[in-house]
């Protein structure tokens, strides 16, 4: 069975419509907001409880590149983190990496596992292609422990992207879910300086979030980014809720690894 497939949906937008692979079955980081078990018909504490490498996982992935030049780098991933807190894990992790570049091609990461994954930076940085991305959800430490108990610490996931940026990597942040708008708000502000790109989405699948203003979160964040200078793209069900229609909604992207700013249009989508 292969193990690269093409995101389809949401998710392909998020891939920048190109192509992913997980890893792992299962997720030690234990989101409570996390859509996966939902997915694969698990009770969220059976998958949280256990990670385990795809069977013959690294097999697969060199048969699946074998003479294949991806379009676009190689996500990782969408159904589980590949920085969970499991050295052994990790290691597999960065395996999957050498051969993704020995292939000549490159890798886009999602992580929430922070400076876990500054161990493999001198591989990221040897290709300008391969970008690493955090997912930023809370500047409380309190609330991150409580939504998100296996995930590195805010703090922990900014310094992974300075570290990055100080090796010349590409970086970018997932900001959602957005629970708390406001510990967004500033979670932009502390990341700015290390962030060649935001995707900015809302929450979804609950309750509360009928409760949130999200046009005047839409207004409050892209502000604050023109403000910054920073780059981002406004993920298509944050403009539907702000009001702002994909036509009119002037999103604003950053290339990857410049703070040159060109005008775009259309959005992401996002996993979460
Ligand atoms: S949201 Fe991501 S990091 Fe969190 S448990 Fe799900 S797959 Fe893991």
């Not at 997720?27 to 990670?51: D, N, Q, T, W």
């Not at 050295?87 to 929430?112: H, Y």
């Not at 930023?136 to 805010?154: I, V, Y």
């Not at 922990?156 to 010349?168: E, H, P, V």
Request: some cysteine.
């Amino acid at each position: 069975m292969k193990l690269i497939y093409t995101p389809s949906g949401a998710a392909g937008e998020y891939a920048n419509k190109g192509y992913a692979a997980n890893l792992f079955n299962g997720c030690l980081h234990g989101c409570s907001y996390c859509y996966v078990p939902r997915i694969k018909r698990m009770k969220p504490e059976a998958f949280a409880a256990r990670m385990t490498p795809q069977t013959d996982v690294l097999h697969r992935l060199k048969m699946d590149l074998r003479g294949r030049k991806l379009e676009e780098p190689l996500f990782l991933c969408f159904s589980c983190d590949p920085y969970p807190p499991d050295d052994k894990l990790c290691a597999i992790t960065r395996k999957a990496i050498e051969i993704v570049m020995e292939s000549g091609n490159a890798v886009n990461i999602l992580t929430k596992g922070g400076m876990r994954a500054a161990r493999d930076f001198h591989l990221l940085e040897q290709d300008k292609r391969n970008q690493i991305g955090a997912t930023l959800t809370f500047m409380d430490l309190r609330t991150s422990q409580k939504w998100e108990p296996g995930a590195a610490n805010p703090r922990n996931r900014i310094k992974m992207l300075n570290t990055a940026k100080d090796f010349g990597i590409s970086t970018w942040v997932s900001m959602e879910p957005v629970i708390k708008p406001k510990q967004t708000l500033s979670l932009i502000i502390e990341s700015a300086p290390y962030v060649d790109l935001f995707k900015i989405g809302k929450w979804n699948h609950a309750a509360e979030a009928r409760e949130i203003d999200w046009k005047a979160f839409y207004h409050e964040a892209t502000g604050l980014l023109d403000e910054l200078g920073c780059g981002y793209m406004i993920k298509r069900d944050l403009a539907i809720a702000a009001g702002v229609s994909s036509a009119e909604c002037g999103v604003r992207s950053a290339e990857l690894g410049s703070k040159a700013m060109r005008k775009s249009v259309g959005h992401i989508s996002h996993k979460g």
